[in-house]
């Protein structure tokens, strides 16, 4: 698995999107051939994927609500995942 840089801007390509399902109350991924059940951190990280913020800024807002855990790596492993299945777009990733 390639390392996605920390100065890289991760965005979800298009065709993708976080979706809260009221019913389920579940969070979604949804992708042209199906959906991915994610969890509530997922969901939280996905949604700071915008193309403008980088690896570093999406942990840096992510510690804030956790307590100041230091959250950069399993944020970068989340989105490596997230990316090998074709599902990002890293922007600016030197890697």
Do not use: F
């Given at each position: 698995?390639?390392?996605?840089?920390?100065?890289?801007?991760?965005?979800?390509?298009?065709?993708?999107?976080?979706?809260?399902?009221?019913?389920?109350?579940?969070?979604?991924?949804?992708?042209?051939?199906?959906?991915?059940?994610?969890?509530?951190?997922?969901?939280?990280?996905?949604?700071?994927?915008?193309?403008?913020?980088?690896?570093?800024?999406?942990?840096?807002e992510?510690?804030?609500?956790?307590?100041?855990?230091?959250?950069?790596?399993?944020?970068?492993?989340?989105?490596s995942?997230?990316?090998?299945?074709?599902?990002?777009?890293l922007?600016?990733?030197?890697?």
């Open positions: 698995m390639s390392t996605i840089d920390n100065h890289a801007r991760p965005q979800l390509v298009r065709g993708v999107r976080l979706r809260w399902d009221d019913v389920r109350k579940q969070h979604w991924l949804l992708v042209p051939e199906g959906a991915l059940k994610l969890n509530s951190t997922a969901a939280a990280i996905l949604a700071l994927c915008n193309g403008e913020r980088t690896l570093n800024a999406i942990a840096a992510l510690e804030k609500h956790y307590q100041g855990e230091n959250l950069l790596e399993d944020v970068r492993h989340l989105l995942r997230i990316s090998k299945r074709g599902l990002l777009i922007e600016g990733n030197r890697q």
